[in-house]
């Protein structure tokens, strides 16, 4: 089945830089990529997805980039805020099964 | 749009005894749901996949006569663990999905087995 790999488990940047979490998964079947941000308690929010027949998304300060030869998916958020500090979640779908990486606890300091 | 709860938020219950836990989509009909439970500090585990008016998809490792999953209608969806003990208590998370790959989240439910 499905692995999804995630790194860094821990990232902690000033306010105003940039963060960069990456994912790698095992079957080149998967065909869908959401990211979720995930607040203390609360669920997880879809923040941005791409599909397999696109490279690069963007949404104001989040990107997402997509390498579909080397089974890898990046997440890029600019001008960090604190309010972007939470756990951020890559997945990989195969048939509307989302396989969930193992987060990464973002930590946007002032 | 795209709202989907989760009921009840919070649960405390003594060992031995049985929790359900509904999750609706409020505003779609949802195809397929899927239950995941959650351990502190770490990511979101599938235990199973629902499709309404068919036996629910168990993950390798979850017990299917523990969790039991039932989806009675494009918009309601319940999960019963029965016989709960403490091993039991976790956040337990349940999504819906209109029939793409998109899946929306429920708020969560906190089990605490005593």
């Known amino acids: 089945g499905e692995n999804v790999e995630q790194h860094p488990s821990t990232l902690s940047v000033q306010e105003g830089d940039s963060a960069v979490i990456k994912c790698t998964y095992s079957d080149s079947a998967s065909n869908y990529f959401p990211w979720y941000k995930q607040e203390l308690g609360k669920r997880p929010q879809l923040i941005i997805d791409i599909r397999s027949n696109v490279g690069e998304k963007k949404d104001q300060r989040i990107a997402v980039t997509l390498n579909k030869t080397a089974k890898h998916f990046s997440l890029h958020i600019t001008e960090t805020q604190p309010e972007d500090s939470a756990v951020y979640f890559c997945a990989a779908s195969q048939g509307g099964k989302l396989i969930f990486g193992q987060g990464t606890e973002l930590s946007v300091k002032p | 749009g795209a709202v989907v709860s989760q009921h009840p938020s919070r649960v405390i219950c003594k060992s031995g005894t049985s929790v359900k836990i509904e999750c609706r989509s409020l505003d779609f009909q949802a195809t397929t749901m899927f239950w995941y439970r959650q351990f502190p500090k770490q990511s979101l585990m599938l235990m199973a996949t629902s499709n309404e008016g068919s036996k629910a998809t168990y993950e390798q490792g979850v017990e299917k006569d523990k969790f039991l999953i039932n989806h009675a209608s494009l918009t309601l969806s319940t999960l019963t663990v029965t016989s709960a003990h403490p091993e039991d208590s976790s956040f337990y998370i349940c999504?819906?999905?209109?029939?793409?790959?998109?899946?929306?989240f429920g708020p969560g439910t906190r089990l605490t087995v005593l």
């Open positions: 999504s819906a999905s209109p029939g793409t790959d998109t899946q929306y």
